[in-house]
């Protein structure tokens, strides 16, 4: 692995940080063709040695006292990433386009890295790893022996890898930092596990607790196909711990119903007041537009706002009259206000670092490297159990960890959480072409 990822590296612009000599040694000067090495048999590329220093303002800022300041100086941590560069289906110089999350995410991750070195104490070694996309690849990585000299991962990416990974970490008392899988439960007594994308259940709660706060429950109905009709309990539940004893109306459409014909949507307006329709849903373009189809044809006067998944922001296939005229929202794990100082400054940094301009990953990787060095240098590897009482505001928003447990959302009495998760939602209204904040 390590000859064809330091390849893939060399192609996108991000290589020569200072790396372990040892390791640049034999590096082409310019992209060849690697070999496809067999996944598991190969050791861990790209080791970082990072030096304190002095200088450097951080971008984005955190609270409480300066990270580090209470930790000897040169406490060295080993830290990895399990991302899914697709070494294994390269063809000649070809990059897999589904490799971009973790080319993306690992360049983000290596600016923060940079910023770490300039404003803490602590010195990371850092080792990288690909995933492949398939699990019994990933089961060879997690057999290679070198994996189990890093104490603190961030990855892997797919759901199944990241259940499998974070079995082995438990047993091993490891800390895992999932960066992407959105699941809810995915592991369970297991305080050193870190969900940063927040759980379908998060955003869920988000839109109830904004509605509710403005809405009685009766001016309130959530809309799904059978399917997903498991998906209203997270909103039944949000609005009960607000205290309320109206339930929200649930409207479910049998799964053979393509549109909204036979639904009749005017028993669910209410005069004079805001009717807010929510909708958990995102398999489907076109059963979204029906809905919104209906609604604009049978709203009238009445005023009306529709709550959709982060999904929508992605469909192309709905008008942006609907999403306006409907007063549409969604929810979003991430939001970069691209005006905003800090963020041009980060794409320029990331520019000249790459070659080209960050996405969503990039911001992502950034931000939870930043993160974790920071804990790490003020916490050291304790800092899963200080989660609870640290915020960060980040490039894409903000982090705010809440205990998870999954036996029934209760505290067995030991104050060990099955699992942390990143609970803050933005919450997104459409507004002239495109989604900006609430106020």
Same mark, same amino acid.
């Given at each position: 692995?390590?000859?064809?990822?330091?390849?893939?590296?060399?192609?996108?612009?991000?290589?020569?940080?200072?790396?372990? &000599? $040892?390791?640049? $040694?034999?590096?082409?000067?310019?992209?060849?063709?690697?070999?496809?090495?067999?996944? !598991?048999?190969?050791?861990?590329?790209?080791?970082?040695?990072?030096?304190?220093?002095?200088?450097?303002?951080?971008?984005?800022?955190?609270?409480?006292?300066?990270?580090?300041?209470?930790?000897?100086?040169?406490?060295?941590?080993?830290?990895?990433?399990?991302?899914?560069?697709?070494?294994?289906?390269?063809?000649?110089?070809?990059?897999?386009?589904?490799?971009? *999350?973790?080319?993306?995410?690992?360049? !983000?991750?290596?600016?923060?890295?940079?910023?770490?070195?300039?404003?803490?104490?602590?010195?990371?070694?850092?080792?990288?790893?690909?995933?492949?996309?398939?699990?019994?690849?990933?089961?060879?990585?997690?057999?290679?022996?070198?994996?189990?000299?890093?104490?603190?991962?961030?990855?892997? %990416?797919?759901?199944?890898?990241?259940?499998?990974?974070?079995?082995?970490?438990?047993?091993? !008392?490891?800390?895992?930092?999932?960066?992407?899988?959105?699941?809810?439960?995915?592991?369970?007594?297991?305080?050193?596990?870190?969900?940063?994308?927040?759980?379908?259940?998060?955003?869920?709660?988000?839109?109830?607790?904004? %509605?509710?706060?403005?809405?009685?429950?009766?001016?309130?109905?959530?809309?799904?196909?059978?399917?997903?009709?498991?998906?209203?309990?997270?909103?039944?539940?949000?609005?009960?711990?607000?205290?309320?004893?109206?339930?929200?109306?649930?409207?479910?459409?049998?799964?053979?119903?393509?549109?909204?014909?036979?639904?009749?949507?005017?028993?669910?307006?209410?005069?004079?007041?805001?009717?807010?329709?929510?909708?958990?849903?995102? $398999?489907?373009?076109?059963?979204?537009? $029906?809905?919104?189809?209906?609604?604009?044809?049978?709203?009238?006067?009445?005023?009306?706002?529709?709550?959709?998944?982060?999904?929508?922001?992605?469909?192309?296939?709905?008008?942006?009259?609907?999403?306006?005229?409907?007063? %549409?929202?969604?929810?979003?794990?991430?939001?970069?206000?691209?005006?905003? &100082?800090?963020?041009?400054?980060?794409?320029?940094?990331?520019?000249?670092?790459?070659?080209?301009?960050?996405?969503?990953?990039?911001?992502?990787?950034?931000?939870?490297?930043?993160?974790?060095?920071?804990?790490?240098?003020?916490?050291?590897?304790?800092?899963?159990?200080?989660?609870?009482?640290?915020?960060?505001?980040? *490039?894409?928003?903000?982090?705010?960890?809440?205990?998870?447990?999954?036996?029934?959302?209760?505290?067995? !009495?030991?104050?060990? &959480?099955?699992?942390?998760?990143?609970?803050?939602?933005?919450?997104?209204?459409?507004?002239?072409?495109?989604?900006?904040? %609430?106020?």
């Amino acid at each position: 692995m390590k000859n064809t990822i330091l390849f893939l590296i060399c192609l996108f612009g991000i290589w020569g940080i200072s790396c372990d &000599p $040892a390791r640049r $040694a034999g590096t082409p000067t310019r992209p060849g063709t690697p070999g496809k090495p067999a996944p !598991g048999k190969s050791t861990p590329m790209d080791t970082i040695r990072w030096t304190p220093s002095n200088s450097g303002k951080p971008p984005i800022g955190q609270g409480g006292n300066q990270p580090g300041s209470n930790k000897p100086n040169g406490a060295t941590y080993h830290i990895a990433y399990l991302l899914p560069f697709l070494s294994n289906q390269m063809e000649g110089e070809e990059v897999p386009e589904k490799s971009k *999350l973790a080319l993306q995410f690992y360049a !983000g991750g290596k600016l923060a890295l940079e910023q770490l070195s300039a404003e803490t104490s602590i010195q990371l070694v850092v080792n990288v790893w690909d995933t492949q996309a398939n699990d019994t690849d990933f089961e060879k990585v997690m057999n290679n022996s070198r994996l189990d000299k890093s104490t603190v991962f961030i990855g892997p %990416v797919r759901a199944s890898h990241v259940s499998t990974f974070a079995s082995w970490t438990k047993q091993r !008392g490891k800390i895992l930092v999932s960066p992407e899988t959105p699941s809810a439960d995915l592991t369970q007594g297991n305080p050193g596990f870190v969900q940063i994308n927040p759980s379908l259940r998060a955003h869920c709660e988000t839109i109830t607790q904004y %509605v509710r706060k403005r809405n009685k429950a009766d001016a309130v109905t959530l809309v799904c196909k059978e399917k997903e009709a498991d998906r209203m309990i997270y909103f039944q539940q949000a609005n009960a711990r607000m205290g309320g004893t109206t339930r929200l109306n649930e409207l479910v459409i049998p799964d053979d119903q393509k549109g909204f014909e036979q639904t009749d949507l005017r028993k669910y307006l209410r005069a004079g007041r805001t009717s807010v329709f929510v909708l958990p849903s995102w $398999a489907s373009q076109d059963y979204i537009m $029906a809905f919104l189809r209906k609604l604009k044809e049978v709203k009238g006067s009445h005023q009306v706002e529709v709550y959709g998944m982060p999904q929508w922001r992605h469909f192309d296939a709905i008008e942006p009259e609907y999403l306006s005229q409907l007063n %549409v929202h969604i929810t979003s794990a991430g939001w970069q206000d691209y005006t905003d &100082p800090d963020i041009k400054a980060f794409q320029q940094k990331f520019y000249e670092s790459t070659g080209t301009l960050p996405d969503d990953d990039a911001f992502n990787g950034y931000d939870v490297t930043l993160f974790v060095g920071r804990m790490l240098a003020k916490y050291g590897l304790s800092f899963p159990e200080h989660l609870g009482s640290e915020k960060a505001n980040t *490039l894409r928003g903000r982090f705010a960890f809440s205990q998870i447990f999954t036996n029934g959302g209760v505290d067995q !009495g030991n104050n060990q &959480p099955d699992y942390w998760e990143n609970t803050f939602v933005h919450l997104l209204r459409f507004d002239q072409f495109r989604y900006v904040p %609430v106020e």
